[in-house]
């Protein structure tokens, strides 16, 4: 019998061969559907295909934006409550103080984030599904 760490370093090993950095888990139970959708990143993968935002920008966007809502931990941004559907908020979209505008997930807990003032959103600084770190930017709200 293979033990579990083996089966997850084989397929750790059939990720990385194959290129995949996500996946997404469903399974029916009786009492529902349990969802999960990971994201796998190495230290040594500098650039991800779905970031919409260059180093440059981001940089700007750091040191710029007081207005930026920032990421309260280390987890994954998801700016929808679930895959395929309409995300919180979009470039534009007006907000009010206490409207979830994202969500980060850590520890298989799902953490909103809310706006902390009346305004418009400016710019969205993740793409869903992406890891972030703490205190990173999220979003400007002006």
């Given at each position: ?55 440059a920008q ?75 770190e703490f ?8």
């Amino acid at each position: 019998m293979t033990s579990f760490r083996a089966t997850v370093e084989n397929m750790s090993k059939i990720m990385d061969d194959m290129g995949i950095t996500e996946l997404d888990l469903e399974r029916q139970f009786l009492f529902g559907v349990y969802r999960k959708h990971i994201h796998l990143s190495k230290e040594k993968t500098v650039a991800m295909p779905t970031m919409t935002v260059s180093a440059a920008q981001q940089k700007t966007a750091d040191t710029n934006n007081t207005n930026a809502l920032t990421s309260p931990m280390v987890g994954v941004v998801y700016l929808a409550p679930e895959p395929g559907a309409k995300p919180f908020v979009q470039v534009g979209s007006t907000v009010s103080a206490g409207d979830t505008v994202a969500m980060v997930e850590a520890m298989k807990t799902f953490n909103p984030i809310k706006a902390t003032q009346n305004g418009v959103v400016k710019e969205i600084l993740v793409s869903d599904g992406a890891a972030v770190e703490f205190g990173q930017p999220l979003i400007v709200i002006e």
